[in-house]
């Protein structure tokens, strides 16, 4: 996809501030004079006053100021200093990413933009960044779920760059449907020739189809060409929501090409969802037991660990998942450092999930101490990112209506 070039995060319009000693109600004026482009006012203010300068915020706005005046460097400086400051401070990392890229140092900007997305995955911006950084890496399927993203955070709807993704998908999803019709109709005809050549043109105009992906792997499969029929599986593995099915399926085509330290780590995560005492539960225990020369070959283990590595140093974070994953299973080792990188990128890839449970655990602390307005914001946010219709929208729903409920019956009743 072509779209414009990266956002950069100039202000925060609309920031609310924790109360710290007074300082909230002068960096909201603050705020103010930044928006109305009063940059050296701002940094007068700041200047003078150590009690504001010693928060996130001020450090925040303090480098925005100067990145407008061009002074980078030492806007860079005070943005680390924010985070510093306050770890969650997630305009801080999108901005020092912001920097990186301008840089050319696209790897470390994808970082930094990954840890703000994990504080604020709803945030437009983080997302627009990630696309336009992924497609320019060349991964289409992570790109275009970060396109998609957009879409669904973006409320500035009339916004230029909001309006050219949304063409922009609507006409490749306006092809992947023409291809659909077409894939139908050779169904009938029974022609998997053109089947698999239709959906490989799906994919290759659409990149977000874990469906297609799997239908394609099967069709390899069935034709014989396995080492085809692996990528797919392991590209619907890796980067979508799986079934043991695929676990099984990228067990039996690794060993079938021979690659004996991946069909076992396959087959061990595979074991874990099947019940004991069945037939697939046997199979794969003997399986297991036939491969297990491979946890004798310390070097061929090495070898996982180096290429998890080097897939988390170019942000392929989902590989270096699996390949600290098969280290893990085939050294028979319980590293915590190394679970502690596999947990970090599994947020990655997946933040909504983890920010809702945070969230979702402030609630009733929020209600029991009276910080309504506080607990219908969180409410909002969960409502936001979660799944329609789950357990935690329906509590944030409830929770806020009470919430409300209560501000209103003070504001007219003064209870």
């Known amino acids: 996809m072509d779209m414009s070039s990266t956002e950069n995060v100039s202000g925060l319009s609309g920031v609310k501030f924790n109360d710290e000693g007074g300082v909230s109600e002068k960096l909201s004026r603050l705020y103010e004079l930044y928006e109305s482009g009063r940059y050296s006012d701002v940094l007068s203010s700041l200047e003078s006053d ?3 300068l010693s928060t996130s915020n001020a450090q925040l706005l303090l480098g925005n100021c100067l990145k407008q005046q061009g002074n980078i460097e030492e806007a860079l400086k005070h943005w680390k200093k924010a985070i510093e400051i306050s770890p969650l401070e997630y305009a801080a990392y999108i901005n020092i990413g912001n920097y990186l890229y301008a ?5 470390e900007a994808i970082l930094n933009w990954h840890i703000a997305n994990t504080i604020m995955p709803e945030n437009p911006t983080v997302n627009i960044n990630l696309a336009h950084a992924y497609d320019k890496k060349g991964n289409r399927i992570k790109a275009t779920k970060y396109f998609e993203k957009y879409l669904k955070y973006q409320t ?14 609507a006409n490749l ?8 019709k077409k894939v139908e109709e050779f169904k009938l005809k029974k022609d ?15 990149a977000n189809l874990p469906s297609i992906y799997s239908n ?7 034709d014989k060409n396995y080492e085809k029929a692996y990528e797919f599986y392991q590209t619907v593995y890796l980067y979508f929501p799986c079934t043991t099915k695929t676990l099984l399926e990228l067990a039996n085509l690794a060993y079938l090409l021979g690659q004996k330290s991946y069909s076992y780590a396959y087959y061990k995560r595979a074991l874990q969802f099947l019940p004991e005492g069945t037939s697939y539960n046997l ?27 080097e897939a988390e140093a170019n942000n392929d974070y989902e590989i270096a998942i699996d390949e600290y994953e098969n280290y893990m299973i085939l050294s028979e080792s319980e590293n915590q450092d190394i679970q502690q990188l596999i947990d970090k990128y599994k947020i990655f890839a997946n933040p909504e ?3 809702v449970n945070v969230l979702y655990s402030q609630i009733p602390d929020l209600m029991n101490k009276k910080k309504l307005s506080a607990c219908v914001d969180v409410c909002d946010r969960i409502m936001k990112i979660a799944s329609e219709h789950s357990k935690e929208v329906v509590y944030a729903m409830k929770c806020k209506a009470e919430c409300k409920r209560i501000i209103i019956a003070r504001e007219q009743f003064g209870v």
């Open 173 to 180: 999803t306006a092809k992947v449907d023409f291809y659909a």
């Open 156 to 169: 500035r709807t009339s916004s230029t760059e909001y309006i050219t993704v949304k063409h922009t998908i």
């Open 192 to 206: 998997l020739k053109t089947i698999a050549a239709l959906y490989l043109k799906m994919i290759s105009t659409y």
């Open 283 to 309: 199979k794969v225990k003997q399986q297991l037991s036939a491969l297990s020369t491979v946890l004798n070959d310390p070097e061929l283990i090495e070898t996982h660990l180096q290429k998890a590595r």
């Open 353 to 355: 999930p983890f920010v």
């Open 103 to 107: 840089s050319g140092n696209i790897s």
């Open 216 to 222: 394609i792997a099967e069709i390899f499969y069935f």
């Open 50 to 52: 150590s009690l504001v």
